[in-house]
Nanobody, 127 residues
Framework: QVQLVESGGGSAQAGGSLRLSCVRS????????MAWFRQAPGKEREAVAS????????NYADSVKGRFTISHDNAKNTLYLQMNSLKPEDTAVYYC????????????????????WGQGTKVTVSS
């Protein structure tokens, strides 16, 4: 059973930075799509960024382009989200998600393509 465990959430001032990590428990040689989603209080869960662990392009929501960077360390089986120039509207619970074996990240903004989810880590940005 695959487990995803996030860490790195916390509080930051507007303009500050945080880095989230997500460790995938079960090593696999197959490649898959991994992503970060977030859910702010009273709002629906939204896709933030994704990438295919087999290499290739990364994808970002317009609201975070140029500020957030998604990356993956295959050796450590860990997904990262570097968040810079944080804004109060980035306040949310951030979730890591992963598909099973896949060939890319087609349809990555839809939560339904992801098979595994972490428990979430809270990010609070104050003005």
């Amino acid at each position: 059973q695959v487990q995803l465990v996030e860490s790195g959430g916390g509080s930051a001032q507007a303009g500050g930075s945080l880095r989230l990590s997500c460790v995938r428990s079960a090593y696999t040689s197959s490649r898959h799509c991994m992503a970060w989603f977030r859910q702010a209080p009273g709002k629906e869960r939204e896709a933030v960024a994704s990438m295919y662990t087999g290499g290739g392009r990364t994808n970002y929501a317009d609201s975070v382009k140029g500020r957030f960077t998604i990356s993956h360390d295959n050796a450590k089986n860990t997904l990262y989200l570097q968040m810079n120039s944080l804004k109060p509207e980035d306040t949310a619970v951030y979730y890591c998600a992963s598909t099973g074996p896949a060939w890319g990240c087609s349809g990555w903004t839809g939560a339904q393509i992801f098979d595994y989810w972490g428990q979430g880590t809270k990010v609070t940005v104050s003005s």
